[in-house]
């Protein structure tokens, strides 16, 4: 979800609150105010962190890591504007039928030898090309459970703590202005306080392993209807005491009624697979020609709704405004993990105009971002072949195609 590499020294302007980082002095100076605090990410790594696009999928096999990408489009990416890329890699329990991928639960203390081969090459591939890389465990709803459930947390964590001790430790190997670890995608815990029970212990490995890595630790995602927002995953969260050198992660899909119409993945939101052809921006007006065509009761109501909001540019701001007065109250750095629309089902001119509108909101704010994704779901990727930009979303990303 995704020119020139623009600088970011992270000054936050908020309702009369902002904070300038500095790797040197390890001090925050708020407007009209004497209060300080401590930070250890430099804004160089803020920089390289400013611009990304998510390639899911591409370390799922060898296959994928050979054929997903080649070497000279990664290359493009950087010409055009692009400063990291996100590996973000599925694991499952085996009993899921799945592909265990490089962690598997069932043993913590072994790492996937033949696939940890192409996490090397995809570290020097992306260094190769310009690009930093953040590597992303993502983890079938299984084993999130265990995490979950507090009558399993115990021996789930201790498992995934010995995972993230062997893939810190892999981290470590390389130089940490280029290469990032984050904990967990999309958390999805029920409640956020499992997750805040998670993540400190979670983070005090990491760090353990990888002492001068910048985490990125994300809010608990929740479900679409709860904080799939850019705003109560992060009000849920508690920032890691005693550590400076993080950045907290959240997702921006609002108003998910636009960017996931037609998702088939919510089972808590089915009536979303129902929606299609909806505009951006919205009001009743504009909604009104798509309304025909949708014939499930609770699908049409929440377009019906979706239009009364009259969602744009200014209702938008609200939640990202909220987020980095969030990041200003707590010192604490932030960058957008994940974001973008579902283009099967969106007009093709509404994605392009949403996803202007969400970057230019984030960098107005001086928040990295992470565009999701290269080719799943909202890719960037045009839809028949050709280049690697689909023009309109690259144009609107503010990468030069």
């Known amino acids: 979800m995704m020119r020139n590499a623009v600088l970011f020294s992270l000054t936050l302007a908020t309702a009369g609150a902002g904070c300038s980082w ?5 001090a925050d100076h708020r407007t009209g105010n004497s209060a300080t605090c401590a930070t250890g990410v430099s804004d160089a790594r803020i920089a390289r962190l400013s611009r990304g696009i998510d390639l899911y999928g591409w370390l799922a096999s060898p296959t994928s890591f050979t054929d997903f990408i080649s070497d000279a489009d990664l290359k493009r990416f950087a010409q055009a504007g692009v400063t990291f890329i996100r590996a973000s890699f599925f694991n499952s329990l085996p009993s899921s039928g799945l592909p265990a991928g490089l ?3 069932t043993q ?8 940890l081969v192409y996490f090397r090459q995809a570290v020097e ?16 709803p299984a084993y999130k459970q265990q995490l979950g ?3 399993t947390r115990a021996s789930a964590l201790d498992a995934l703590l010995r995972m993230w001790k062997k893939f810190g430790s892999f981290i470590h190997e390389y130089d940490p202005d280029w290469v990032f670890p984050e904990l967990m995608g999309a958390p999805d815990f029920t409640d956020s306080e499992g997750w805040n029970q998670i993540l400190l212990p979670l983070a005090q490995t990491v760090r353990q392993v990888a002492p001068a890595h910048t985490i990125i630790a994300d809010g608990n995602s929740g479900s679409y209807r709860v904080n799939w927002t850019s705003i109560t995953a992060l009000s849920a969260l508690q920032t890691v005491q005693n550590e400076r050198n993080i950045i907290y992660g959240f997702i921006f899909f609002d108003p998910v009624i636009f960017t996931h119409q037609g998702a088939t993945w919510r089972p808590e939101w089915p009536e979303l697979a129902n929606i299609h052809g909806v505009p951006y921006p919205s009001s009743p007006e504009l909604v009104a020609p798509a309304l025909p065509a949708i014939a499930d009761p609770a699908a049409r109501a929440d377009v019906e709704y979706y239009g009364r909001e009259s969602w744009g540019p200014d209702l938008l701001s609200i ?7 969030w990041s200003a109250n707590n010192c604490a750095h932030v960058m957008c993990v994940e974001f973008g629309v579902f283009r099967q089902y969106s ?5 392009a105009r949403w996803v202007h509108d969400a970057r230019t909101l984030l960098e107005a704010r ?10 799943e779901h909202g890719g960037l990727l045009p839809a028949l072949a050709g280049p690697i930009f689909e023009p309109a979303i690259a144009t609107s990303l503010g990468l030069t195609p």
């Open 347 to 351: 007009p093709p001119d509404s994605a």
């Open 149 to 151: 459930d507090p009558t």
């Open 22 to 26: 500095d790797w040197e002095r390890y």
């Open 103 to 105: 962690l598997d639960p």
């Open 125 to 140: 591939r992306a260094r190769t090309a310009g690009l930093g890389i953040v590597f992303v465990p993502y983890f079938d």
């Open 319 to 325: 939640g990202l405004e909220q987020v980095a007065e």
């Open 108 to 115: 913590p203390d072994q790492l996937n030898e033949t696939n």
């Open 366 to 375: 001086r928040i990295p971002w992470s565009y999701w994704s290269y080719k």
